[in-house]
T-cell receptor, first 114, second 114 residues
């Protein structure tokens, strides 16, 4: 119940295309859903995050879609660029035992072809 | 230097060695985290310190020993590790431990245990 299932494991998209990465969860207590971007040799960096009281959040070319009833959320990268090639992690956070814990997905390696 | 720094960036050690990983954050944060990142696995939270107090030990073997002398520094002392401990060890910080807190990650220490 504490897992966050992320798919696909890897993704290849043409430049200018739309990249879509999906995550699903079971624990309805999760109340914060960030996405992290990680380039080789770097640590993950927060890309965009959403709270469960909204269904969509957009920041530039990056959009999170959130479906509370289906317990799913996804990252959409519009007009994908070669510079977007990185590993993307979804995460979910909830209060557990008095502290907030983050559960991460397994990551999606995105390659955008020039 | 800004952000979260980690040293060393790469470490090779034998199973009988003792070594330490260092993390320093220049963001004025009060919470610091150690994560383990292994290939094709979710990021695993190991330890959390909030205002220098350990608030989370995620069932980590005692061969990993954290130390947080102040809010800016975090260490991970390693001794008698196993080859399966080889991974990327990431340090992160946030303003405090709590909901909707953005975690800022360092670049990680790539550890190889022979």
């Amino acid at each position: 119940q504490q897992q966050v299932k992320q798919s696909p494991q890897s993704l290849i998209v043409q430049k200018g295309g739309i990249s879509i990465i999906n995550c699903a969860y079971e624990n309805t207590a999760f109340d914060y859903f960030p996405w992290y971007q990680q380039f080789p040799g770097k640590g993950p960096a927060l890309l965009i995050a959403i709270r469960p009281d909204v269904s969509e959040k957009k920041e530039g070319r990056f959009t999170i879609s959130f479906n509370k009833s289906a317990k799913q959320f996804s990252l959409h990268i519009m007009d994908s660029q070669p510079g977007d090639s990185a590993t993307y992690f979804c995460a979910a956070s909830s209060l557990q035992g008095g502290t907030y814990k983050y559960i991460f997905g397994t990551g999606t390696r995105l390659k955008v072809l020039a | 230097e800004t952000g979260v720094t980690q040293t060393p960036r790469h470490l090779v050690m034998g199973m009988t060695n003792k070594k330490s990983l260092k993390c320093e954050q220049h963001l004025g944060h009060n919470a610091m985290y150690w994560y383990k990142q292994s290939a094709k696995k979710p990021l695993e939270l190991m330890f959390v310190y909030n205002f220098k107090e350990q608030t989370e030990n995620n069932s980590v073997p005692s061969r990993f020993s954290p130390e947080c002398p102040n809010s800016s520094h975090l260490f991970l002392h390693l001794h008698t590790l196993q080859p399966e401990d080889s991974a990327l060890y990431l340090c992160a910080s946030s303003q405090k431990q709590g909901i909707w807190q953005t975690q800022y990650f360092g670049p990680g220490t790539r550890l190889l245990v022979l």
